[in-house]
C-alpha cells in the first residue's frame, strides 16, 4: 500500500483548484449522529480530507436558485 503525507495531499489539492485543504482526524467527528460518522460510509477510515472552494459572493445574494447551480471559476 502506498503511504501518502498529509503535505502531499495538501499540494496536490492546491494544484486542483482548492482555496483550503485540511486533515481531520477521527475523533472529531465522535458526537455527529449515527449514520453521519465518516466510519459509517467507509469503516477503514483514518481520516477525513476537508476542501474548500472559493464561492462568488454575489450567487448568495441572487434570488433566482440559478447561480447556485451555475457558478463557475474564470
Same mark, same amino acid.
Given at each position: 500500500?502506498m503511504?501518502?503525507?498529509a503535505?502531499?495531499?495538501?499540494?496536490m @489539492?492546491?494544484? *486542483?483548484? @482548492?482555496? *483550503? =485543504?485540511?486533515? /481531520?482526524? *477521527?475523533?472529531r467527528?465522535?458526537? /455527529? !449522529?449515527?449514520? $453521519?460518522? !465518516?466510519q459509517?460510509i467507509? !469503516?477503514?477510515?483514518k481520516?477525513?480530507?476537508?476542501?474548500a472552494?472559493? $464561492?462568488?459572493?454575489? /450567487? =448568495? @445574494?441572487s434570488?433566482s !436558485?440559478?447561480p447556485?447551480? @451555475? /457558478?463557475t471559476?474564470?
Amino acid at each position: 500500500m502506498m503511504t501518502v503525507t498529509a503535505e502531499q495531499v495538501k499540494t496536490m @489539492a492546491r494544484v *486542483l483548484g @482548492a482555496d *483550503l =485543504c485540511g486533515i /481531520a482526524p *477521527l475523533y472529531r467527528f465522535d458526537e /455527529a !449522529p449515527e449514520g $453521519f460518522r !465518516p466510519q459509517d460510509i467507509f !469503516p477503514e477510515t483514518k481520516s477525513v480530507i476537508v476542501l474548500a472552494k472559493r $464561492f462568488p459572493e454575489g /450567487a =448568495c @445574494a441572487s434570488v433566482s !436558485p440559478v447561480p447556485y447551480t @451555475a /457558478a463557475t471559476e474564470r
